[in-house]
């Protein structure tokens, strides 16, 4: 499976992004991640194959939704009210059917990241 994410740009803080992320093909459980410079990847949010059960980050829940559309092969992340520790480089990602996880490790396929810049 390929991904390709995008809908990353400059914002100001407060304002909004929405993220996508296109697959090749059928996936099961998604994730977005992001990594700023000099720092680890991170969790941000993941969904399950159905798109029933969703998982986020302390950090971004109640201002990111994620939701995705098995039909076209795509996920999504809305972010709202972003501030400027939201910066990075947000990667999608998919992995296995089963529980939602929030480790790099349990995701097999990854896309090659958006940007997005937060200004204050």
């Known amino acids: 499976v390929q991904l390709q994410a995008s809908g990353g740009g400059l914002v100001q803080t407060g304002g909004s992004l929405r993220l996508s992320c296109a697959a090749s093909?059928?996936?099961?459980?998604m994730g977005w991640f992001r990594q700023a410079p000099g720092k680890e990847r991170e969790f941000v949010s993941a969904?399950?194959?159905?798109?029933?059960?969703?998982l986020y980050a302390d950090s971004v829940k109640g201002r990111f939704t994620i939701s995705r559309d098995n039909a076209k092969n795509m996920m999504y992340l809305q972010m709202n009210s972003l501030k400027p520790e939201d910066a990075a480089r947000y990667y999608c990602?998919?992995?296995?059917?089963?529980?939602?996880?929030?480790?790099?490790?349990?995701?097999?396929?990854w896309g090659q990241g958006t940007q997005v810049t937060v200004s204050s």
């Open positions: 969904i399950n194959w159905t798109g029933g059960s969703t």
């Open positions: 990602a998919a992995g296995r059917i089963g529980p939602i996880l929030v480790l790099t490790m349990a995701y097999n396929y």
């Open positions: 093909g059928r996936t099961f459980n």
